[in-house]
């Protein structure tokens, strides 16, 4: 409803994140909205966790904001990486197993160049 709202009385940029869970909505309105999608800035925020880990959730938002079509795979305009860190593999899904109470490990220096 809210962004619904907006886009009606004239706002052109949406923000959202995997935290916020209002992709699938965002996505709905967008549909149904008269406006073009290149009329709209959308805005999406990734946890880093690696290159793989912001790939998936790259992937899981176009999913979510209904960005893949008949027409193809659509777009975010802007996708924001939290921080760069490197997430430790078991903690990747599952934050409480043990060990997981920080789920980071300093990035090096290497691992950044790898991941970013």
């Known amino acids: 409803f809210a962004v619904e709202n907006w886009l009606h009385v004239g706002g052109t940029h949406i923000d959202t994140s995997d935290n916020y869970r209002t992709q699938t909505t965002i996505g ?22 690696g290159f793989e880990a912001t790939i998936q959730c790259a992937d899981d ?27 430790k593999p078991p903690c990747r899904f599952n934050k409480t197993a043990p060990g997981c109470e920080v789920s980071t490990i300093p990035a090096t220096n290497q691992s950044l160049q790898e991941t970013w």
């Open 28 to 49: 709905k309105t967008l549909a149904k909205s008269p406006l073009p999608r290149e009329d709209v800035f959308v805005t999406t925020k990734c946890f880093a966790g």
């Open 61 to 87: 938002n176009l999913q979510m904001l209904d960005q893949f079509g008949t027409n193809g795979v659509g777009y975010i305009d802007l996708l924001l990486v939290h921080y760069p860190g490197v997430m």
